[in-house]
């Protein structure tokens, strides 16, 4: 029963297509229309509007903007899975989309590319190695300690996948072959501290040239992904090696020989070869609390990884910077003892003698003069410079309980070097002004910006003008910008290598030391007379003039370009000439207080 | 071919290569002010909102602030830092500004040495995998980052070591003598013969 206010009483409804009416009059009581899909309303300012507000579901926590990022991240993970070739994996996609999650979760996609994330989490999902993304990311999920990570690549996995994409195709010869010789170079310390990458590839080129394969360099680059001088650097330190020598009969017997020995069960006379006492044979690896103590600290599992890994701790040859680090401390071991034996100078050689003595008794003095160390003297010593390292090292220990403006230690000598008189302070002032004259008009809008919008007459203006001078500045900035990137763009390619250096002088404007007017002298007589003169008179031609020419007018061209490239340099140092500089002086005073600077150190 | 002798662990002690300290000069300063005046200032804006003063002797560079903060780097040992620190102080006193010699702290201090040996660094991540991370495909070197004293050590191949991260030159000591057993324990060996 339902009132009608038509009838003034109460009345039976009829309910019908969502509407309740009156059954005496007719009118319409109740108006519920529901609609599933999204309608929408005219706002007050007239614009269309989805009716209603979005409601956080109650099923799930989860906001719908994240549902959307959420969604959205699985259409890429699908399309990279898709290109990757995966076909139709979706426990990968389920993995990633959880690894997503998280990530989101612990703010981790912020500043970062989401799809670089994605490609983490798909990465992790596969199992391999990515890069410093994937680090974090591993140290954002908290995989620090997973297994996972923990495993160190090994060249040799590489090399099935590699080998397939070689010329000669999947040969299990030239598997092997690989194979060995990555563990022939693990053995000799070439593979430490290396890209796996750069490894496989030069193990790569020789098995495959031991076999008859037809493969060159640039192949092994394109399926490695390393460039030409890793692979030639690889292939040199491993020629230097011992089996870097033999042929490859040789070498496959020795591999070998060497499989036979390794297979031998390990002695248990290693561990006391380790010169840690028994109570130390701790174990340290990530099974801490599962496995027995092995070898060097590692549970039997992991030291096989190890071993299998790396090659052991025996091996034939020291890593090639260990070898280079060896060769430099002979020579100079070995000059140290020349310099003593000649004596020419009784002075020189003093101070060579003391710098000899120092750098071998400075080691232990070191150790002997425990909290005394404010004064460690460097490795190569000049006698002169250790002096007056003492002396500045006295004065400095001193001062470490004087915290107060006490400043009369201080060289005031020096320190009075390094300030300017008035006519040097004029000179810097200018020069200052006229290098960050840019800067020095931003800054000036700003504030008057500024100003114009504390004024209290007019705010609306102000601001107004405020945020002109704004857009203003940022324009010509923009300007700025597009005008050197079109300058880049069209000005032709330098035709000798004295025009490329010109271009890029003029394109980088290097340093305001350069006196351009010099050069330009330098280019002028190289180029020839006529060329000069031509330049002269046809310097307001515009750039997009370019007919066919022959060499000689080609070179021309790019002149012209660089011409006026010039002439907008020589356009700021003008500005110059009002105060009553010419070019030179003005080029020389900046040079004569730059340099005092920074030749001297 | 000839082998340097390996020494014990007392004997190698860790070079100091770099000494950073903050200082607070307790009032705000004009940069412009300060480029004008001295010599050995350089002050670019567009790149970087301080003063770089390089002082000659000792070598180091310095950067100063208009809040009155000062950074100074490039010094060989703590003493040199304060001094350079001072001398700058000391020049931006003589232009005027009320400046004091507040706070002097050495933040951060670099050191390098070398063991003498070849290490395998896969040994070493294995061994202690919670404070170590060595991605050969992204950097040759192991980074080793020991909790107590907080210090991070570089360890190479070639047993050469970067340790960085200390405030105090005990500290980089302290963390040298802990970490030489543990390089010792994955040194390089050579036994004469293979064959059994």
């Known amino acids: ?601 | 071919m000839m082998e340097t002798q390996q020494p014990s662990a007392s004997e190698i002690v860790p070079t100091i290569q770099n000494v950073i300290s903050t200082v607070n000069l307790g009032c705000k300063l004009d940069l412009h002010q300060i480029t004008v005046q001295a010599q050995n200032a350089e002050y670019n804006p567009k790149r970087l909102h301080s003063v770089i003063m390089r002082t000659r002797e000792p070598k180091a560079t310095v950067l100063i602030f208009a809040s009155g903060k000062m950074v100074c780097t490039g010094a060989k040992s703590e003493a040199e830092s304060e001094l350079a620190a001072r001398k700058c102080v000391r020049t931006i006193l003589k232009m005027g500004f009320d400046a004091k010699f507040n706070d002097f702290k050495i933040q951060n201090m670099v050191a390098n040495c070398d063991v003498r040996f070849p290490i395998r660094l896969e040994g070493l991540a294995y061994a202690n995998p919670q404070c170590t991370s060595y991605e050969p495909e992204l950097f040759p070197g192991l980074r080793y980052r020991m909790k107590e004293p907080k210090i991070t050590l570089l360890v190479f191949a070639s047993g050469k070591l970067v340790i960085t991260g200390a405030k105090r030159r005990e500290d980089i000591h302290k963390a040298f003598e802990v970490i030489y057993p543990a390089l010792g324990e994955f040194k390089k060996v050579c036994y004469s013969s293979i064959a059994s």
């Open chain 1, 1 to 601: 029963m339902v009132w009608c206010s038509a009838c003034v009483k109460n009345v039976e409804g009829t309910s019908d297509a969502g509407r309740l009416w009156c059954s005496g009059c007719g009118k319409v009581l109740e108006d519920h229309i529901f609609s599933e899909e999204p309608t929408f309303v005219k706002n007050a300012a007239g614009q269309s509007q989805l009716a209603g507000r979005y409601v956080r579901s109650r099923e799930s926590e989860i906001s719908a903007s994240r549902e959307r990022i959420l969604e959205n991240a699985e259409y890429e993970l699908r399309c990279m899975r898709n290109a990757l070739d995966m076909g139709d994996n979706e426990e990968i996609i389920d993995i990633a989309k959880r690894f997503y999650r998280i990530a989101i979760e612990r703010n981790f996609t912020r500043g970062r590319k989401s799809e670089q994330v994605q490609a983490a989490c798909l990465y992790i999902a596969c199992r391999y190695v990515l890069g410093a993304v994937f680090l974090q990311l591993c140290k954002a999920l908290r995989l620090d300690e997973h297994p996972i990570v923990q495993k160190l690549v090994d060249p040799s996995w590489f090399i099935h996948r590699f080998t397939e994409s070689l010329p000669g195709g999947r040969d299990k010869g030239v598997m092997q072959t690989a194979h060995r010789i990555i563990t022939s170079m693990k053995r000799d310390w070439m593979q430490t501290g290396r890209k796996p990458s750069g490894i496989c590839g030069a193990a790569l080129y020789i098995s495959a040239l031991s076999h008859g394969l037809k493969c060159s360099k640039s192949d092994i680059i394109k399926i490695v992904h390393v460039c030409d001088a890793t692979l030639t650097k690889r292939l040199v330190e491993f020629e230097n090696t011992e089996s870097g020598s033999l042929t490859i009969e040789e070498f496959l017997l020795k591999a070998k020989e060497l499989d036979e020995i390794s297979k031998q069960p390990i002695m248990a006379d290693k561990m006391d070869d380790t010169d840690s006492s028994p109570s130390e044979q701790r174990i340290l690896c990530e099974h801490k609390d599962s496995g027995k103590p092995y070898a060097h600290g590692l549970c039997q599992i992991c030291y096989d990884d190890f071993m299998t890994i790396s090659g052991g701790l025996d091996g034939g040859a020291n890593p090639p910077a260990f070898q280079r680090a060896e060769i430099e401390r002979l020579k100079k071991t070995s000059a140290e003892l020349n310099a003593n034996d000649s004596g020419i100078d009784t002075i020189a050689s003093e101070s060579l003698d003391n710098s000899n003595q120092l750098s071998q008794f400075e080691k232990e003095n070191n150790t002997k003069s425990g909290s005394k160390n404010k004064g460690l003297l460097p490795t190569e010593p000049v006698s002169d410079g250790a002096a007056m390292e003492n002396t500045a090292d006295d004065i400095g220990t001193e001062d470490c309980d004087d915290e107060s403006d006490n400043f009369s230690d201080i060289d005031d000598l020096e320190v009075d070097g390094y300030l300017l008189n008035e006519e040097g302070q004029r000179y810097k002032k200018m020069i200052w002004e006229e290098m960050n004259r840019e800067y020095i008009e931003e800054q000036a809008a700003k504030e008057e910006a500024a100003k114009a919008a504390m004024d209290i007459n007019c705010p609306e203006g102000a601001k107004k003008l405020a945020q002109i001078t704004e857009a203003a500045v940022a324009k010509r900035k923009k300007e700025r910008q597009l005008a050197r990137a079109a300058e880049a763009k069209n000005s032709t390619p330098a035709q000798t290598a004295a025009e490329a250096v010109h271009q890029m002088l003029t394109k980088k404007r290097l340093s305001s030391k350069i006196n351009f007017d010099v050069l330009e002298d330098m280019f002028e007589t190289s180029e020839g007379p006529d060329v000069s003169k031509k330049r002269k008179i046809d310097s307001h031609l515009d750039n997009d003039n370019k007919m066919p020419h022959d060499s000689e007018e080609l070179k021309y061209d790019a002149y012209k370009d660089d011409d006026l490239g010039m002439e907008q340099e020589y356009g700021d140092e003008e500005g110059l000439e009002d105060i009553g500089y010419n070019n030179h002086d003005y080029v020389e005073e900046a040079d004569e207080y730059n340099d005092r600077d920074y030749d001297d150190f």
